[in-house]
């Protein structure tokens, strides 16, 4: 009769944090999918834009002022950002607790700048192809935004239910940290294009 060497693994974690964690993965595809949506929107811009004899068409360069505060806004969100992915990983749940609350007034300080971004393009989203395109890709990003904001409320106010206190929920936590970081990133690449392209 032939033995079979068995292992007991009912000890190991069913949950882990970065790479090791599928839902890691999930989100990596997830930002992979975002971004080509965001390649090909800057596409289309400067597809428009090579097209167009002046650019921007019929319209002057977008007001800088409230996309650099959300710029700023979102640059200064690392800082919390880490810190509670660093928490999150110490399953310290008490700091994630109070850094989640952070991050949930931080993403929501760039939604209500945006209010007031959308007029400063100095045109109205249906004047023309110039119009259209920056709108769509300030739309993009406000849509990005909205869905992380959302996110991290829900994983905020489960952080303080018995839910939160699993190590799954951390994991979740250091997701969306993972997640935030796109949010800035793709803010600063869409800054340059929406704000400086046609100052150039």
């Not at 509670?84 to 749940?93: C, E, G, K």
């Not at 989640?100 to 004047?127: H, K, N």
């Given at each position: 009769?032939?033995?079979?060497?068995?292992?007991?693994?009912?000890?190991l974690p069913t949950y882990d944090f970065g790479a090791a964690s599928p839902m890691w993965w999930g989100t990596l595809a997830f930002i992979a999918l975002e971004a080509t949506g965001f390649a090909l929107a800057i596409g289309a811009y400067f597809y428009l834009a090579v097209q167009a004899p002046h650019w921007p068409i019929a319209?002057?360069?977008?007001?800088?002022?409230?996309?650099?505060?959300?710029?700023?806004?979102?640059?200064?969100?690392?800082?919390?950002?880490?810190?509670?992915?660093?928490?999150?990983?110490?399953?310290?749940?008490?700091?994630?607790?109070?850094?989640?609350?952070?991050?949930?007034?931080?993403?929501?300080?760039?939604?209500?700048?945006?209010?007031?971004?959308?007029?400063?393009?100095?045109?109205?989203?249906?004047?023309?192809?110039?119009?259209?395109?920056?709108?769509?890709?300030?739309?993009?990003?406000?849509?990005?935004?909205?869905?992380?904001?959302?996110?991290?409320?829900?994983?905020?106010?489960?952080?303080?239910?018995?839910?939160?206190?699993?190590?799954?929920?951390?994991?979740?936590?250091?997701?969306?940290?993972?997640?935030?970081?796109?949010?800035?990133?793709?803010?600063?690449?869409?800054?340059?294009?929406?704000?400086?392209?046609?100052?150039?």
């Amino acid at each position: 009769m032939m033995r079979r060497p068995v292992v007991d693994v009912s000890r190991l974690p069913t949950y882990d944090f970065g790479a090791a964690s599928p839902m890691w993965w999930g989100t990596l595809a997830f930002i992979a999918l975002e971004a080509t949506g965001f390649a090909l929107a800057i596409g289309a811009y400067f597809y428009l834009a090579v097209q167009a004899p002046h650019w921007p068409i019929a319209a002057p360069a977008p007001d800088l002022a409230p996309g650099t505060a959300v710029l700023i806004i979102l640059l200064a969100s690392i800082v919390p950002n880490h810190m509670i992915d660093f928490w999150a990983r110490q399953q310290d749940l008490s700091k994630v607790r109070v850094g989640m609350i952070v991050m949930t007034i931080v993403g929501i300080l760039p939604l209500i700048v945006r209010i007031w971004e959308f007029p400063a393009l100095r045109i109205s989203w249906d004047q023309n192809a110039y119009g259209s395109i920056v709108w769509f890709l300030l739309g993009l990003h406000t849509s990005h935004l909205l869905t992380d904001v959302g996110d991290t409320i829900v994983l905020a106010v489960l952080m303080f239910t018995q839910k939160g206190t699993a190590g799954r929920r951390l994991s979740d936590v250091s997701d969306n940290a993972f997640y935030w970081d796109f949010v800035v990133v793709s803010w600063a690449v869409l800054y340059l294009v929406i704000y400086w392209t046609p100052r150039m």
